[in-house]
């Protein structure tokens, strides 16, 4: 993460918004010292909303949860039975 104050950021905005979209990269803005905004890209703000509504979701959280022990225990199907299963059912 780069910390930027303000003047900096406005004068750099363009350039700023292009590497958060090209890089992933945050940027802490800062106003007389102090934090007071992040910058991120559009991408990755959406990818943090959808990560922070699938976890207020408690069933959603509780499947998650279930998948993870059941891969953990040998439980599940890998990419061959998966694509097997498909062409058997006319998918592929």
Excluded: C, W
Excluded at 21 to 33: A, K, L, M, P, V
Aim: a negative charge; aromatic letters at 2%; zero cysteines.
């Amino acid at each position: 993460m780069t910390t930027i104050p303000v003047a900096g950021a406005r004068a750099d905005l363009s350039k700023i918004i292009d590497r958060a979209e090209r890089t992933h990269e945050r940027f802490d803005i800062t106003r007389n010292g102090e934090r007071a905004a992040v910058l991120l890209g559009a991408d990755d703000y959406d990818g943090l909303i959808e990560t922070v509504s699938i976890l207020s979701e408690a069933e959603t959280l509780q499947e998650l949860k279930e998948a993870i022990q059941d891969l953990s225990s040998g439980k599940g199907h890998d990419e061959d039975d998966v694509r097997a299963a498909m062409k058997a059912a006319g998918r592929l």
